[in-house]
């Protein structure tokens, strides 16, 4: 089979254009080309009722953040110091790096370094 006749085939052109496109584009991979093409073309559909989504995810984020209840707590004035120290590092106040730390603790999330 000669060249001439691979080229005369669609899928042939289609190919070679797809892969002078990634060349010209400089896609990191052909996952990466495959996205964009979708994105490009007509692979996506709306959501739905994105007004709806937006107000269910509005109010589960508000209800999350809401902090409702007080805790006090004695700790030794090093440990007082070393989380404001953490505090200042992270650049948020020594209160929200408490909660950060505890709320981390609660979910199973707070994992040692």
């Known amino acids: 089979m000669s060249l001439k006749n691979d080229l005369s085939q669609p899928k042939i052109y289609e190919q070679i254009f797809k892969e002078q ?3 010209e584009t400089k896609y990191l991979d052909s996952e990466e080309q495959e996205l964009i093409e979708s994105l490009e073309g007509d692979n996506w559909k709306p959501a739905g009722d994105i007004e709806n989504w937006k107000n269910i995810l509005s109010k589960t984020a508000a209800n999350t953040l809401t902090k409702d209840q007080r805790m ?3 700790i030794t004035k090093n440990d007082l110091d070393g989380i404001k120290l953490k505090a200042v590092e992270e650049g948020i106040p020594y209160q929200t790096l408490v909660a950060s730390i505890i709320h981390k603790y609660v979910t199973g999330k707070l994992c040692e370094s």
């Open 21 to 23: 496109k990634m060349k």
């Open 72 to 74: 006090n707590i004695r």
